[in-house]
Nanobody
Framework: QVQLVESGGGLVQAGGSLKLSCTTS????????VGWFRQAPGQEREFVSA????????YYTDSVKGRFSISRDKAKNTVTLQMNGLKPEDTAVYYC????????????????????WGQGTQVTVSS
């Protein structure tokens, strides 16, 4: 059963932009912290970005700082990852994940911390 749904992936040239979205019909999604992870062929799944339950705190892995921006729209049950200045090394399947938390919880960088996952969306950046 689909828990979260990602969209917005595609093929883009280096330096281009994509906007990924994560949505759900799950109840109380506004009470969840949300993270984005990516996995390239032959590589381990890695943390990309996360946003707190309130949306007031955001986190990024060093390689995407200054290029990616995460935000959420609680009314639409949507979390967005805006990706600018894309590089070939950003090529991967991108997954969103969530976990219901207390208000002040800090999202974790480890995928095992999250309870709910989407099916993934492919992002391919050509050189």
């Amino acid at each position: 059963q689909v828990q979260l749904v990602e969209s917005g992936g595609g093929l883009v040239q280096a330096g281009g932009s994509l906007k990924l979205s994560c949505t759900t019909s799950r109840r109380a999604f506004s009470e969840h912290a949300v993270g984005w992870f990516r996995q390239a062929p032959g590589q381990e799944r890695e943390f990309v970005s996360a946003i707190s339950r309130s949306g007031g705190n955001t986190y990024y892995t060093d390689s995407v700082k200054g290029r990616f921006s995460i935000s959420r729209d609680k009314a639409k049950n949507t979390v967005t990852l805006q990706m600018n200045g894309l590089k070939p090394e950003d090529t991967a399947v991108y997954y969103c994940a969530s976990k219901r938390t207390i208000l002040t919880a800090t999202p974790d960088l480890q995928p095992g911390w999250y309870d709910y996952w989407g099916q993934g969306t492919q992002v391919t950046v050509s050189s």
